[in-house]
């Protein structure tokens, strides 16, 4: 084994753990600052969990660089120019990003045969990171037609799209925020069939890869 892969092997674990701490902080910390801090905390986060997934991942990380930074520019220039179409653009290439980011993860978790604490913090990513793409979703639903979710101000803010995602993902459902038109019910359905799938399948393969380890 090379120099470099012993040294790459040494650093996706640790990627893996500070991508973890960045997805929690911006899930569940940044809603205890104060809210004229959300937004610019909301921002920073969500533009270093861009990239530090990347280098949480085993291959093709100059392809998602590539569309890391074709991401981080344009959410960052529409914060600045408001632009209808340049704010679709920008949430376009965050679903695509996070889609692929998450099968790639998933890929990896398959292939590592011993469930240790990588593949542990690989699976609790992939989850965090399908939540952070639904986010994004029900933001373009909500762009295309504003009535699409019950939200309680005529301007939710992307802590309200986190909040709804999670809840509806977890299947908890309190009922506060519900989709009002079909294809924002389809929506939440496949948010929170998904979260359930994702959680037996992985489920399934980290008690199948633990049994294997036991028997070797």
């Known amino acids: 084994m ?8 040494r650093i996706v674990p640790v990627n893996n753990l500070v991508l973890l701490i960045l997805v929690f902080f911006f899930i569940f910390i940044i809603p205890y600052f104060p809210v004229a801090w959300h937004h610019l905390l909301g921002n920073v986060f969500f ?11 085993n291959t093709g990380r100059k392809t998602m660089l590539i569309i890391a930074i074709v991401a981080f520019v344009t959410e960052w220039i529409t ?3 408001q632009m ?18 998450v099968i790639k993860m998933i890929i990896q978790i398959a292939k590592n045969k011993k469930a240790d604490a990588r593949v542990i913090f690989e699976s609790i990513n992939g989850y965090l990171l399908i939540g952070l793409m639904f986010i994004t979703w029900v933001a373009v639903a909500m762009r295309y037609d504003s009535g699409a979710f019950s939200f309680p101000t005529d301007s939710p803010s992307f802590q309200d799209y986190t909040y709804f995602t999670f809840v509806t993902m977890t299947t908890l459902g309190y009922g506060d ?33 633990y049994a294997a380890s036991q028997k070797d």
């Open 79 to 81: 914060e600045w120019i």
């Open 84 to 101: 209808s179409l340049l704010n679709y653009i920008s949430l376009l290439i965050n679903i695509l990003f996070f889609q692929i980011i």
């Open 2 to 9: 090379s120099l470099f892969n012993r040294i790459d092997q």
């Open 177 to 209: 925020i519900t989709p009002q038109l079909p294809f924002a019910r389809s929506m939440s359905m496949l948010i929170s069939t998904t979260g359930q799938i994702y959680i037996a399948v992985i489920i399934a393969m980290l008690v199948g890869k």
């Open 47 to 57: 533009s270093l969990i861009f990239f530090i997934s990347i280098f949480a991942l």
